[in-house]
Nanobody, 127 residues
Framework: VQLQASGGGLVQAGGSLRLSCTAS????????VGWFRQAPGAEREFVAV????????NYANSVKDRFTISRDNATNTRYLQMDTLNPEDTAAYYC?????????????????????WGQGTLVTVSS
């Protein structure tokens, strides 16, 4: 599975961006997809996840009510809509995928549990 992340850029505080993660796999609808971010000098942290069924969507507390994860199976794309951005959201954002056939709720926030990663897309929020 190859993942292509895009949509990053420079935005002012309070603004919005939409990140996209497009996959090469035909069976992409069978994968849970997570978004992670990593600021300079910091560890990679969980942002959001959507289960393979699309029925479960979880968010880090720091982005809850501001970010929305969604999917379009027709185009093999997962989105991360980011609203009300603030400078603390500045980071490289990565999408990741894994089947997670079992133990989804214990795995989804752990980057080590994902088998496939896209390249990062940089988000910079100016104050």
């Amino acid at each position: 599975v190859q993942l292509q992340a895009s949509g990053g850029g420079l935005v002012q505080a309070g603004g919005s961006l939409r990140l996209s993660c497009t996959a090469s796999a035909r069976s992409f609808s069978s994968y849970a997809v997570g978004w992670f971010r990593q600021a300079p000098g910091a560890e990679r942290e969980f942002v959001a996840v959507i289960s393979s069924s699309g029925l479960v969507r979880n968010y880090a507390n720091s982005v809850k009510d501001r970010f929305t994860i969604s999917r379009d199976n027709a185009t093999n794309t997962r989105y991360l809509q980011m609203d009300t951005l603030n400078p603390e959201d500045t980071a490289a954002y990565y999408c990741a995928a894994d089947r997670m056939d079992a133990g989804f709720y214990t795995k989804y926030a752990n980057p080590m549990m994902y088998s496939y990663w896209g390249q990062g897309t940089l988000v910079t929020v100016s104050s």
